[in-house]
C-alpha cells in the first residue's frame, strides 16, 4: 500500500519509489493519471488498473499472482490507498489468503490539512465525504452533532457549496471552520471562519469554490455546555455581541435561571479571548 502526493511531485517517499522500481506489477486507480507520476521518476513498473468498480475482480486476479510469488504495490490516484479511495477489498482479500500486506506511508489531504491547521480540539474523526443527496447528508450531519472532537470532511469543487451549507445550518454556526483547498499545489488555501460565515467566504470569490477541499470543523462544546439549551445559548451569543463576557454571562443566567458557571464556560468557546 504506497502512498503517493497529493498535488505536489516530490512528496513521496525514498521507500515509495523503491517500491515502486522493485514490484512486479503496480496496481493503480487510473493508469493514465499515474503515468505521469511514474514517468516523472523514471519507473517503468507494468500497471493494472484496479477501481472501484472492478476491485474483486481485478483483486482476485492479483490474489493469485501474490500466491506465485509476484510482488504488487497499489497506489491510488493521490495520497493513501484505502483513505476514501479503493484499496480496502485487495487489502481484505490480501489477509485473508495470509499474503502480508505491508504500509508505505506518505501524504494524506486529512492529516496533511489538520497540521497546518492548529485546532486545539484533542481528537478527530475522520469522516471524508458526505452522502451526495441533500436529506442523507443532513442525516449524517445530525448524527454528528455531538460529537466533541473536530470533525474531518473530504469535498469535491461541484459540492463544495451545498456542503458547507448544510454543514453550516445543522451544526451550530458559532463553531468554526478550517478550509483547507489545493493543499501542496500553487493555490494552496488555508483559511478560518465561523460557520455562519463560511458561505459567504466561498461566494465571495467563485476561484474559492475551485479545486480540492478538506473541511475541518471545531468540535462540539464539550458536555457541560451541551446542557445550556438552544434558545439560553442564542441569547447568550446575543449578548455576547453587544457586552463584555461577564455582563453578558450574568444577564443570560437572570433571563434563564441557568447555571453562571456553565454559561461562563460556553462564553469563552464562543468567544476564546473576550474579556
Ligand atoms: N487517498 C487520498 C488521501 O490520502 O488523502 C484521498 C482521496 S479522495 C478520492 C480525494 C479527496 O481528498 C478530494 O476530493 C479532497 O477532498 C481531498 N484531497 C486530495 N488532495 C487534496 C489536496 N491537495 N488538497 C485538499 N484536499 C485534497
Redesign the pocket.
Known amino acids: 500500500m504506497v ?1 503517493t502526493p ?2 505536489n511531485l516530490r512528496d513521496i517517499t525514498l521507500r515509495a519509489l523503491d517500491t515502486l522500481k522493485s514490484v512486479d506489477v503496480i496496481a493503480a486507480e487510473d493508469t493514465r493519471h499515474s503515468a505521469r507520476l511514474l514517468a516523472h521518476y523514471d519507473i517503468r513498473t507494468p500497471l493494472v488498473a484496479l477501481h472501484e468498480h472492478n476491485e474483486q475482480h481485478i483483486g482476485r486476479k492479483l490474489i493469485k499472482a501474490l500466491q506465485s510469488g509476484q510482488s504488487v504495490a497499489l497506489i ?6 484505502a ?3 479503493p484499496g480496502a477489498i485487495l487489502v481484505s482479500l490480501a489477509r485473508e489468503a495470509g499474503i502480508r500486506v505491508v504500509p508505505v506511508p506518505g ?4 492529516i ?2 489538520l497540521s497546518a491547521a492548529g485546532l486545539r480540539t484533542p481528537g478527530f474523526l475522520f469522516v471524508g ?1 458526505l452522502p451526495a443527496k441533500g436529506t442523507q447528508r443532513r442525516q449524517v450531519l445530525t448524527m454528528l452533532r455531538e460529537i466533541p472532537a473536530t470533525l474531518v470532511f ?3 469543487p461541484h459540492r463544495i457549496l451545498e456542503s458547507v451549507a448544510d454543514i453550516a445550518a445543522v451544526l451550530s454556526g458559532t463553531r468554526s471552520i478550517t478550509f ?6 500553487t493555490f494552496e488555501t488555508i483559511h478560518t471562519c465561523r460557520l455562519d460565515q463560511a458561505v459567504h467566504w466561498l461566494d465571495a470569490d467563485p476561484v474559492r469554490q475551485r ?4 473541511l475541518l470543523v471545531d468540535g462540539a462544546p464539550p458536555t457541560e455546555q451541551q446542557g445550556v439549551p438552544g434558545d439560553v445559548r442564542r441569547t447568550l451569543e446575543i449578548l455576547l455581541d453587544e457586552l463584555p463576557l461577564k455582563q453578558a454571562v450574568k444577564l443570560a443566567a437572570a433571563i434563564s435561571g441557568v447555571k453562571k458557571n456553565a454559561l461562563y464556560d460556553l462564553a469563552l468557546t464562543l468567544n476564546p479571548g473576550k474579556k
Open positions: 502512498a497529493i498535488g491510488s490516484d493521490a495520497g493513501t490507498p483513505i476514501s479511495d501524504a494524506n489531504a486529512a496533511a490539512a465525504f473530504y469535498e469535491a483547507a483547498r489545493e493543499l501542496t499545489k479545486g480540492e477541499f478538506v
